[in-house]
């Protein structure tokens, strides 16, 4: 089993920075990649970055230029710095990892933007 304990959420006024971290737990072993998915209120789910396991990184248009995914292999943790927050980056953020072929969800986070 996998375990991921999301850390970092809050309430930031528009222009502000926050960092996610997301650190996982359990049987560790063919991961494939890592990252965040956010929920804004009456919206579907969307990606927001993700790191495959050589590095690769991939954002969402929204966030390019804003936000940073990284990785640390060694604490097996996923973090997400967010610069330049606006009032639409709130919402629940959900981190995630690919072991194999199954997919893994933090509990999620609240990001809170005021403007």
């Known amino acids: 089993q996998v375990q991921l304990v999301e850390s970092g959420g809050g309430l930031v006024q528009a222009g502000g920075s926050l960092r996610l971290s997301c650190a996982a737990s359990g049987r560790m072993f063919s991961i494939k990649g890592m990252g965040w998915h956010r929920q804004a209120p009456g919206k579907q789910r969307e990606l927001v970055a993700a790191i495959t396991s050589g590095g690769t990184t991939n954002y969402a248009d929204s966030v390019k230029g804003r936000f940073s995914i990284s990785r640390d292999n060694a604490k097996n943790t996923v973090y997400l710095q967010m610069n330049s927050l606006k009032p639409e980056d709130t919402g629940v953020y959900y981190c995630?990892?690919?072991?194999?072929?199954?997919?893994?969800w933090g509990q999620g986070t609240q990001v809170t933007v005021s403007s």
């Open positions: 995630y990892i690919i072991i194999g072929p199954l997919n893994y």
